[in-house]
């Protein structure tokens, strides 16, 4: 047998020519770092809106949720730099000519977002019912005011959710600045829908060893995400029309087969949010009782985690081939 043909097949080199490329870690880069992202922008964005229009309880919860706020800021911030570290990797770029990229314009953005919301939010919160006297008892319901001092949050979140404008399928598929405004109303109303969610999530948390009920705000958010829910629905059937060429696509793409399981992920948090809508709230109008809020809490925990895996879907869906 040849020596050179052996030198040549040493099992190094199989295993390195069976090694992952440099643009298959990127692609895996990419997708972690867009979940975490995708993750932290919806939280942040939907909880700013929650406490700002739904939230009414004590001191420590408005400083509770924004930690949560600043933590989702973080996790967005941490995942757009692995995006970058994708991108750098499919390109085979530096880290500076990846942050220039076209290919790097969104996630730069949600760094920049991820940044100004870690730094911009502040606790200012005023009584309910006095606009101008700080509460002295700790038990006290206050509520939280969107100041002027917080505009550096506001405007990490506003990137955050601009920034779906230049990447994923809004940019190949579909007339641009259409699908730019639908995947806004898309994004916008999903962040409602899961931070408030959340929200209620740790209310729920905070409140549960104190007996203090959190069926006020179930019964304020039950409104704002019904609206939500209904824009998301409109926001997604469009945008899918934008992307796919057929109904056979539905089954005979990978983009089209992710995007059936996640309709079926949204069905269950749709039945589970009408239960609340017609059963629940309605209840806890008439009586709160503590066994109907007992299972409100539970259901909205499923709901949570319902939408988180949404989001990881959603991050295939912004990255599978539509071919």
Not at 133 to 158: L, T, Y
Not at 212 to 236: C, E, K, M, N, Y
Not at 277 to 299: C, N
Request: without cysteine.
């Amino acid at each position: 047998m040849n020596a050179g043909v052996l030198l040549r097949s040493t099992p190094l080199d199989d295993f390195l020519n069976e090694s992952p490329s440099s643009t298959d870690t990127g692609e895996l880069l990419q997708r972690i770092g867009l979940f975490g992202s995708m993750f932290g922008v919806t939280v942040a964005t939907g909880l700013i809106v929650f406490l700002a229009v739904v939230h009414r309880g004590p001191q420590r919860e408005v400083t509770v949720l924004l930690r949560v706020i600043g933590g989702a800021g973080a996790l967005m911030l941490l995942g757009a730099i692995v995006e970058v570290a994708g991108v750098a990797a499919i390109g085979e770029l530096g880290w500076a000519d990846a942050l220039t990229d076209s290919t790097g314009s969104a996630p730069m953005m949600r760094l920049l977002g991820g940044l100004l919301i870690v730094l911009g939010l502040f606790d200012h919160t005023v009584p309910i019912g006095a606009e101008t006297v700080e509460p002295s008892d700790p038990q006290a319901e206050v509520r939280w005011i969107p100041a002027a001092a917080s505009a550096f949050g506001f405007v990490g979140a506003a990137i955050g959710v601009l920034s779906f404008w230049f990447d994923g399928h809004t940019v190949s598929r579909g007339p641009r600045a259409v699908h730019s405004i639908v995947n806004l109303a898309h994004v916008s109303a999903g962040s409602v829908w899961f931070g408030g969610i959340v929200g209620l999530v740790v209310v729920g948390l905070l409140r549960r060893s104190r007996r203090h009920s959190t069926a006020p705000d179930i019964i304020r958010f039950s409104s704002l995400a019904t609206i939500a829910l209904i824009v998301v629905t409109l926001a997604g059937a469009l945008m899918t029309v934008f992307v796919i060429d057929g109904f056979d696509d539905l089954t005979g793409t990978d983009w089209g087969r992710i995007l059936l399981v996640k309709v079926g992920a949204v069905g269950v948090t749709v039945a589970i949010g009408a239960y609340n809508h017609f059963v629940v709230v309605p209840a806890l109008e008439r009586s709160d009782e503590s066994d109907m809020t007992k299972r409100a809490r539970s259901t909205i925990t499923v709901e949570a985690a319902v939408l988180a895996l949404v989001v990881a879907l959603t991050v295939f869906l912004t990255t599978a081939s539509t071919i």
